[in-house]
């Protein structure tokens, strides 16, 4: 059964670090284009940065110069390290993947779909 689990969200003051973990099981492909995105109540739900099928990043204007996104093949983990964050950067945070082992962020290959999502994890910037 296909499963994606976030951890590591919590408080932390603005300035701040947090590292997210996106634990990945029950995939046939070890590699597959994985991503991060937020959410705030109200707000439209808003991706952050996306490592595809074949290794290649991409980021979007939130996480760009702040965030990383990486992953562990060998522990089927993916990572966001946040830096620098800020009180804005407050809202649920989801990893999500597409399941078929093909998908990337650039070229003519198959573009990433993401149909698996966890259920979220809390991070809180205070000022």
């Known amino acids: 059964q296909v499963q994606l689990v976030e951890s590591g969200g919590g408080s932390v003051q603005a300035g701040g670090s947090l590292r997210l973990s996106c634990a990945l099981s029950g995939y046939t492909y070890k590699r597959v284009c994985m991503a991060w995105f937020r959410q705030t109540p109200g707000k439209e739900r808003e991706g952050l940065a996306t490592?595809?099928?074949?290794?290649?990043?991409l980021y979007q204007n939130p996480a760009k110069g702040r965030f990383t996104i990486s992953k562990d093949n060998d522990k089927n983990t993916l990572y966001l390290q946040m830096n620098s964050l800020r009180p804005d950067d407050t809202a649920i945070y989801y990893c999500?993947?597409?399941?078929?082992?093909?998908?990337?962020?650039?070229?003519?290959?198959?573009?990433?779909?993401?149909?698996?999502w966890g259920q979220g994890t809390q991070v809180t910037v205070s000022s």
């Open positions: 490592l595809d099928s074949v290794g290649d990043t």
């Open positions: 999500a993947a597409d399941p078929t082992g093909r998908g990337v962020v650039r070229g003519a290959g198959s573009p990433c779909r993401f149909n698996s």
